[in-house]
């Protein structure tokens, strides 16, 4: 399988709609990859929070239609990021795209876990529910954004679903890169799966972002990590290596807790 991250750069200079064009021609350039991965909020910044308001689009908005018709251009599957959705209650939320390599969106994934802190993202955003897994020819993805990384329980109920590559486009301060990094590698550990995380360059509303987009095998090995700046990070795995992994160091059949409820 090859899949390719696109570390694109968010800056205050250009508008979102330019931006959104650049991406779509980002992703028509990865003609020839299986799985195509956009960074979370990339229309407008995962701190711009006084842009969420203004920048928010139905579901089937122009970034879904720009993103669908980059996905059946390029025959791709693709994870297109998220943006900053309105949905049919009049709430903001935080939603991811999926598409398949025909432009059908396959998927959509509203975030549970909102960062903030009681404010920016936690009170201007809804929350998601439900945890989202997505059907490929050979294996199955589970679908998490930026944040989520810091709530293990969220992954296993991913892996319980039959999440096998787990992805998780994110907009990740520079500040906190070291936890970055150690929670991709420890998802990935813990469920011996796969994880591509897919962040951001560039700066949100004076946020230096991150980068270092980063793919970890489900031993925890990193096969390919981005630098800081805008780049396309692109790898070749094997998805089959889960089941061996799992088979071989069958750890997850050795749960406990959180498979039945607590007797009284």
Not at 35 to 46: M, Y
Not at 47 to 59: I, N, T, Y
Not at 226 to 242: H, M, Q, S
Not at 244 to 258: M, S
Request: hydrophobic share 45%; glycine share 8%.
């Amino acid at each position: 399988m090859r899949a390719s991250l696109i570390q694109i750069a968010v800056n205050e200079d250009e508008t979102v709609e330019a931006r959104r064009v650049r991406a779509a021609a980002l992703v028509r350039e990865q003609a020839g990859a299986d799985l195509v991965v956009l960074p979370e909020l990339w229309t407008t910044g995962a701190f711009a929070f006084e842009e969420f308001d203004a920048a928010a689009e139905p579901l089937r908005g122009p970034t879904y239609e720009a993103m669908a018709k980059a996905a059946s251009d390029a025959g791709v599957w693709l994870h297109a990021g998220s943006v900053p959705e309105r949905g049919p209650d009049g709430r903001l939320y935080n939603t991811s795209l999926v598409f398949s390599p025909a432009g059908d969106l396959t998927a959509s994934y509203r975030k549970i876990h909102r960062f903030g802190f009681d404010k920016g993202e936690a009170v201007l955003m809804g929350a998601g529910r439900e945890p989202v897994t997505v059907r490929l020819p050979d294996t199955t993805l589970g679908v998490a954004t930026c944040y989520d990384l810091r709530f293990p329980e969220l992954f296993r109920s991913l892996v319980d679903a039959g999440a096998e590559i787990l992805v998780v486009p994110a907009g990740w301060p520079e500040r906190r890169r070291a936890h970055w990094t150690l929670l991709a590698q420890a998802r990935a550990v813990e469920n011996q799966a796969f994880v591509l995380a897919c962040g951001t360059a560039g700066t949100h509303a004076g946020v230096p972002q991150a980068g270092h987009s980063i793919v970890v095998d489900p031993w925890g090995e990193v096969l390919a990590e981005a630098g800081p700046d805008e780049e396309v990070l692109t790898v070749e795995f094997d998805p089959e290596r889960v089941a061996r992994t799992r088979e071989q160091f069958p750890a997850l059949k050795d749960r406990v807790l959180g498979l039945e409820p607590p007797r009284g």
